[in-house]
Nanobody, 121 residues
């Protein structure tokens, strides 16, 4: 069974930084795109950033210039460096990955359990 395990969330003051990590574990054939989403109370889950297997990135307008997504394919891990954090960035952050469990399977999306990011003074 494939799992995505997130870490790095916590409490930070406005203007501060956090780095989230998400590692895929278990048995799978290949991972394609990986990404980070977030969901604040009362809001829908929204894309923060994603990155292709080749390193092409995409960001929500609200985080451009402040957040950086990266990945280590050898470790099956995706990172989200968050700088200049604002109170409106406060949410549960989820990672996801598009992967194939076996070469003959279709691509499937797997989600992590989420990690809380709190931005408050």
């Amino acid at each position: 069974q494939v799992q995505l395990v997130e870490s790095g969330g916590g409490l930070v003051q406005p203007g501060g930084s956090l780095r989230l990590s998400c590692a895929a574990s278990g048995s799978f054939f290949r991972i394609n795109a990986m990404g980070w989403y977030r969901q604040a109370p009362g809001n829908q889950r929204e894309l923060v950033a994603d990155i292709s297997s080749g390193g092409n990135t995409n960001y929500a307008d609200s985080v451009k210039g402040r957040f950086t997504i990266s990945r280590d394919n050898a470790k099956n891990t995706v990172y989200l460096q968050m700088n200049s954090l604002k109170p409106e960035d406060m949410a549960v952050y989820y990672c996801n990955a598009a992967l194939k469990r076996e070469w003959f399977n279709s691509w499937a999306t797997v989600w992590g359990q989420g990690t809380q990011v709190t931005v408050s003074s």
